[in-house]
């Protein structure tokens, strides 16, 4: 992507919809890779970023998207976590993109988290389509791999196809529940008034260019005007993940939605204690197609313009908060941008008690998203906070009155060498795992043979 005020912005298409209906695979078989397959769980645990350009667009699209037609740079992708506790962090993904996809497995139908998406959008008024995903799972099917919609549907027998049509009316009646109007997206003429819906397989790619065809027409005729802002301006994006890079100490995996970052900018990030002012030393982009979650190589650039997802190397960023905001100062007053950024952080809160467990997560995204479903099991926060757990943390949950809150609770952090060792001097009890349900139902576990 160029940097020059001319060029169009990306469009930031997040993709959103119940845990296993398919939204990483979708990406899988877009990008041509398989980050699914290596998720803890299987399950989305982070928000990820891919680009994916126009010329990869088209080619998997084929007959449906004529390059020549568009002048969008291509689409970044940004993948959600799907499982409840993470409403926040996926309100966050929805509210960065300016269109949608809703993925809906058509034999599940929709889902508690399908509606919670759907209220997602509706509240950021982000327009959206929907994925019907897995029609292979359909009995009988017979695999048109990577085909349009319209072939693949041909090639089916009456029966497979009258069950396909029976969940496809289910869907689009679910979608009326919810008021909206939803039909086939052929059949669709105004995308703004109408919710569009594309059968298709994660696996077999059928229906995928239409998907594709369906979503640069959107961000073509809908969003050019959105699309056409000045992205020479100062950055803003959100940190995705905070991470060591072998030579460059703590980085931060960013999503840049606005504007441009240059190496030697001073930029302003969200951290555990105050915002951190500091200097780009270098600017890393994954390649394109690559999940900036997995990626390991990347390319060292001099400026990136958004939308798009970038690594950030720079000094002092070891206490940078992932979910905090990243701004460029570049032509601004630096206190300014810095008030900035504590007002956007003070609006991420976590209520806490005077009795409590300790909390200690990797995101803010992932806190916030904790303390929701600690607040749902009715488990007292004594304090929660951003960070491997530290030796101080040891000291905080010694504290507790009572052995049920002498607990720290960890979701995906590691153990300091220092906290270990004073974890065995204390007999504080350290709960730890990647998946929050599973953590809950770990200490409520322990409670109750408390009780015992
Ligand atoms: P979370 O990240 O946990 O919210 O799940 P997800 O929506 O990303 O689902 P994921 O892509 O991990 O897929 C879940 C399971 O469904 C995997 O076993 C996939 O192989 C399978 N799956 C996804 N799409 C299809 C499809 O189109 N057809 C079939 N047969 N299986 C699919
Ligand atoms: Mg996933």
């Known amino acids: 992507a160029g940097a ?31 980050v699914s397959e290596g998720e803890a769980g299987a399950i989305t645990q982070h928000i990820g970023a891919t680009a994916v350009p126009l010329e990869t667009v088209s080619n998997m699209a084929g007959s449906l998207v004529d390059p ?127 919710i569009g819906v594309v059968p298709l397989s994660a696996i077999t790619g059928e229906g995928i260019p239409d998907l594709l065809a369906v979503l640069m027409g959107l961000s073509q005729r809908y969003m050019k005007e959105e699309m056409a802002v000045d992205i020479s301006g100062p950055g803003k994006g959100t940190v995705l993940e905070v991470k060591e890079e072998k030579g460059f100490g703590a980085t931060l995996d960013v999503v840049l939605y606005d504007g441009t970052v240059r190496e030697g900018d001073t930029v302003v990030v969200g951290g555990t204690n105050e915002p951190i002012v500091t200097e780009v030393r270098a600017l890393l982009q994954p390649r394109p197609n690559a999940e900036i979650r997995t990626e390991k190589r990347f390319d060292k650039v001099d400026s990136v313009a958004a939308a798009a ?21 570049r032509g601004r007053e630096r206190d300014a941008v810095v008030e900035e950024v504590r007002k956007e952080l003070a609006q ?47 000291a905080v949950a010694s504290t507790a009155g009572e052995d049920v809150h002498r607990v720290i609770l960890g979701f995906n952090v590691d153990v300091l060498d220092r906290a270990e060792r004073e974890l065995d001097e204390t007999g504080v009890k350290l709960f730890r795992d990647d998946v929050i349900y599973q953590l809950v139902e770990e200490y409520d576990e322990y409670v109750e043979e408390q009780k015992r």
């Open 4 to 34: 020059t005020g001319e060029s169009l912005r990306t469009p930031i298409v997040a993709v959103l919809g119940h845990v296993d209906h398919g939204k990483t695979t979708l990406l899988d078989k877009i990008r041509g890779s398989a």
């Open 68 to 194: 020549t037609d568009f002048d969008l740079p291509g689409l970044l992708f940004i993948d959600t976590p799907g499982h409840h506790s993470f409403s926040t962090l996926r309100a966050r993904g929805g509210a960065l993109a300016d269109i949608a996809v809703l993925v809906v497995d058509v034999n599940d139908g929709f889902q508690p988290q399908t509606v919670e998406a759907i209220d997602i959008l509706r509240r950021t008024g982000t327009p959206f389509i929907v994925a019907a995903n897995k029609v292979d799972t359909t009995p009988g099917w017979n695999a048109q791999e990577g085909s349009p919609i319209k072939q693949t549907y041909e090639a089916q027998s009456d029966r497979a196809r009258s069950m396909l049509d029976e969940n496809l009316y289910e869907v689009i009646g679910n979608l009326s529940d919810e008021g909206f109007s939803a039909d086939l997206y052929w059949r669709v003429q105004n995308f703004q008034k109408n």
């Open 309 to 329: 997802g970038v690594k950030i190397a720079a000094p002092d960023l070891d206490e940078a908060m992932a979910g905090a905001p990243v701004r460029v100062v």
């Open 348 to 394: 991420i809160e976590v209520d806490t008690e005077e009795e409590g467990v300790v909390v200690k997560a990797d995101t803010l995204g992932s806190l916030e998203a904790m303390a929701n479903a600690l607040k749902e099991a009715e488990i007292p926060i004594l304090r929660a906070e951003v960070g491997d757990i530290a030796p101080r943390d040891v």
